[in-house]
């Protein structure tokens, strides 16, 4: 799972929403950081129920990222459950095969290269799908959402978060400084995916169950939280699409320099669908 603007799986997208497949340790080791925020941990949990797996359903995870998803999805299913977690990265997938391993998973996790609009699996095996925030990446998201559907069992449920980054905000000394760093355009197919995604579910032959926004909101600096961390991502994105790095780096200083009362907000909504087959 990925649950900041990371690269995902799905085919890429070419500039400027291309974002790599590789990923280096550090890399991983910030993504392990961002997932592991406060923030992202109640995001996955409220996530999680919408979902409402129960014990022995398949699920499949589509981007599972490093797996903190999938793992935990693991214990919901459990004794008799199955995840499926899908990635086309190997780097993500060597290091959600880590986790699985670390937390004794391997025989209800199974880990596997895969593209969002060709899973690889076949028709009707899932009683759910979960993609947090993939689809965003994924050029052709209409024929994904169609593939996410044709492995969901009659009944299944679809459940996707992903952002509008229209709607995230830092406090800062330059605003128009900051639209450029976090413009979604840098690193998604589809940064405003949220205000389609009604409608692409339609089209799938899905039924909108469920539609409700989780707010991210922090109101005093801590670089352990979700904010903090997305500050280097955004940094990175912009730097690689044009953006000067020297500027780049003087919007990460104000940022971590808002470190007394009232100086520090950041926030950001995270949309979440769930859809019945």
């Not at 022995?56 to 977690?85: F, K, Q, Y």
């Not at 004794?104 to 969002?116: H, I, P, Q, W």
């Not at 909101?217 to 670089?223: A, G, H, N």
Request: glycine content about 8%; hydrophobic content about 40%.
């Amino acid at each position: 799972m990925t649950d900041g603007p990371s690269p995902t799986p799905g085919t890429r997208a070419a500039a400027p929403a291309a974002s790599p497949t590789q990923f280096g340790p550090a890399l991983i080791t910030h993504l392990e950081h961002m997932y592991a925020s406060p923030q992202a941990v109640a995001q996955r949990k409220r996530f999680r129920q919408l979902v409402a797996a129960r014990p022995g359903e398949t699920g499949v995870d589509i981007g599972c990222g490093l797996a903190h998803l999938s793992s935990e999805l693991a214990g919901d299913v459990a004794p008799n459950g199955r995840i499926v977690g899908i990635d086309s990265s190997a780097d993500m997938l060597a290091a959600a095969q880590r986790r699985v391993a670390s937390q004794g998973l391997t025989a209800s996790v199974e880990l596997r290269a895969g593209d969002a609009t060709r899973l690889d699996l076949p028709d009707a095996i899932a009683d759910f799908a979960v993609v947090v925030q993939v689809y965003s990446y994924v050029p052709d998201v209409a024929a994904a959402i169609v593939e996410a559907a044709r492995v969901l069992r009659p009944g299944g449920r679809l459940a996707i978060l992903d952002t509008d980054w229209d709607q995230c905000v830092y406090a800062s000394a330059d605003d128009a400084r900051t639209r450029r760093m976090i413009d979604g355009r840098w690193r998604f197919a589809h940064p405003h995916l949220p205000r389609q995604l009604h409608g692409l579910l339609r089209a799938a032959g899905l039924t909108l169950r469920t539609c409700e926004v989780f707010p991210i909101v922090e109101t005093r600096y801590d670089p352990d939280s979700f904010g903090a961390s997305l500050t280097e991502v955004c940094r990175n994105a912009a730097v690689r699409h044009g953006v000067d790095a020297g500027d780049a780096d003087a919007w990460v200083a104000d940022i971590r320099s808002r470190s007394g009362d009232g100086e520090y907000f950041f926030s950001v909504n995270r949309t979440m669908f769930v859809a019945d087959k």
